[in-house]
């Protein structure tokens, strides 16, 4: 949850609406929309919600999920809610990104895994299995 400061100008939406592909909805037509003015999709089963806050120009963007995202994927979602709330309100506190892990890739040889691949095939061919 990032809590931010705007007075949320059509402009300031529309710097939202940018950068996260943020579906809007201010300006309800006939009576009060129940739901959140804003709300951007992350991934399958999570999305990214404007809230508004407790007193006029306060605003948070949440989110939510209803899956199993990885918890690089969660920080990363946060940064990037950070840094939409800065660009309207400088008060807001940019988080540490978290350290990169080394990335390990087994090497195998090309011939070690075409074998394993297609062994059970070629016992069946030679009338083995």
Avoid: C
């Avoid at 940018?18 to 201010?26: E, K, V």
């Avoid at 300006?27 to 003015?37: D, F, G, I, L």
């Avoid at 306060?58 to 995202?69: A, C, I």
């Amino acid at each position: 949850m990032v809590p931010f400061t705007s007075e949320m100008t059509d402009a300031d939406l529309a710097r939202l609406a940018r950068m996260f592909d943020l579906s809007t909805h201010m300006y309800p037509k006939q009576r009060p929309n129940p739901t959140s003015p804003g709300v951007a999709r992350l991934d399958h089963f999570s999305g990214l919600y404007l809230e508004r806050g407790d007193a006029d120009g306060e605003w948070v963007l949440e989110g939510r999920t209803w899956g199993r995202p990885a918890a690089e994927s969660v920080h990363e979602w946060h940064l990037l809610a950070a840094q939409g709330a800065h660009q309207l309100d400088p008060t807001v506190k940019m988080p540490e990104r978290l350290p990169t892990p080394p990335i390990h890739i087994d090497e195998r040889p090309v011939e070690e895994v075409q074998n394993r691949r297609f062994a059970a095939f070629r016992r069946h061919l030679v009338g083995l299995s």
